[in-house]
T-cell receptor, first 114, second 111 residues
Framework: KAGVTQTPRYLIKTRGQQVTLSCSPI?????VSWYQQTPGQGLQFLFE???????NKGNFPGRFSGRQFSNSRSEMNVSTLELGDSALYLC?????????????FGPGTRLTVL | GESVGLHLPTLSVQEGDNSIINCAYS??????FIWYKQESGKGPQFIID?????DKRQGQRVTVLLNKTVKHLSLQIAATQPGDSAVYFC??????????FGGGTRLMVKP
C-alpha cells in the first residue's frame, strides 16, 4: 500500500506570497492532520480534517487554512507568507477518527520564505 | 501550554549496546502515546505505541515503558545498529488526531 504523499517536496517563496501544499493520504484513510516542524518550535499541530470537516485546529494564525476533498486528499494554504513560516510541513493520515490510532506521516514539504 | 518532552538531547551509543530514550509529558489527559523515528530529510516513522492502560509494550527490538505516576515514557532499543541513528520523538494524544510532540532526542550510533 502506498504511503502518504506530499507535493511539492520543496518550495521557495517570497514574503507576502501565498502557497498551497497538497497531501494524499494512505488509501482508505479518512483523517488527515497537518503539522509544522521548525528547529525552534519542534513539531506543532496545525489542523485535522476528517470527512471533509475540520475537527481540530492548533494555535496558528488565520493565515493558515486547509481543506479536505471527498477523496480524502487535503490541501493547506498559507497566505501573506512571513519569514517565520519557513519550515517543514508534514501531513499525517490515519484510518479512524478515534484518537487511539496511528498517524502515518508523509515526507513533508520544505518551505523556504525569502 | 501542554507539552510532551522538553529537550533535544543527544544520546551516543556504541553499536550493539542497548539504548534508552526518555520522554516526560505534562498532559495527564493523554491516554495514547507513540514513538516516532525521523531520519534526515524524511517524515516521522511510526515505531511503537502504547495505551495508558498498559505499562509496557514490546515490538521488534524495541520496548516502550509508561509510568503514569511520574508522567514518563521511555523507548528501549536493543542491540542498537547504525541504521537506528535518527531523531526520536514521543507524542501523546488525548483527543482527535492532535498529537503533542516532545522536543526529540538525537541518537547517534558509533560503529
Amino acid at each position: 500500500k502506498a504511503g502518504v504523499t506530499q507535493t511539492p517536496r520543496y518550495l521557495i517563496k517570497t514574503r507576502g506570497q501565498q502557497v498551497t501544499l497538497s497531501c494524499s493520504p494512505i488509501s482508505g484513510h479518512r483523517s488527515v492532520s497537518w503539522y509544522q516542524q521548525t528547529p525552534g518550535q519542534g513539531l506543532q499541530f496545525l489542523f485535522e480534517y476528517f470527512s471533509e470537516t475540520q475537527r481540530n485546529k492548533g494555535n496558528f494564525p488565520g493565515r493558515f487554512s486547509g481543506r479536505q476533498f471527498s477523496n480524502s486528499r487535503s490541501e493547506m494554504n498559507v497566505s501573506t507568507l512571513e519569514l517565520g513560516d519557513s519550515a517543514l510541513y508534514l501531513c499525517a493520515s490515519s484510518f479512524k477518527d478515534s484518537h487511539v490510532n496511528t498517524q502515518y506521516f508523509g515526507p513533508g514539504t520544505r518551505l523556504t520564505v525569502l | 501550554g501542554e507539552s510532551v518532552g522538553l529537550h533535544l538531547p543527544t544520546l551516543s551509543v556504541q553499536e550493539g549496546d542497548n539504548s534508552i530514550i526518555n520522554c516526560a509529558y505534562s498532559n495527564s489527559a493523554s491516554d495514547y502515546f507513540i514513538w516516532y523515528k525521523q531520519e534526515s530529510g524524511k517524515g516521522p516513522q511510526f515505531i511503537i505505541d502504547i495505551r495508558s492502560n498498559m505499562d509496557k509494550r514490546q515490538g521488534q527490538r524495541v520496548t516502550v515503558l509508561l509510568n503514569k505516576t511520574v508522567k514518563h515514557l521511555s523507548l528501549q532499543i536493543a542491540a542498537t545498529q547504525p541504521g537506528d541513528s535518527a531523531v526520536y520523538f514521543c507524542a501523546g494524544n488525548n483527543a482527535g488526531n492532535m498529537l503533542t510532540f516532545g522536543g526529540g532526542t538525537r541518537l547517534m550510533v558509533k560503529p
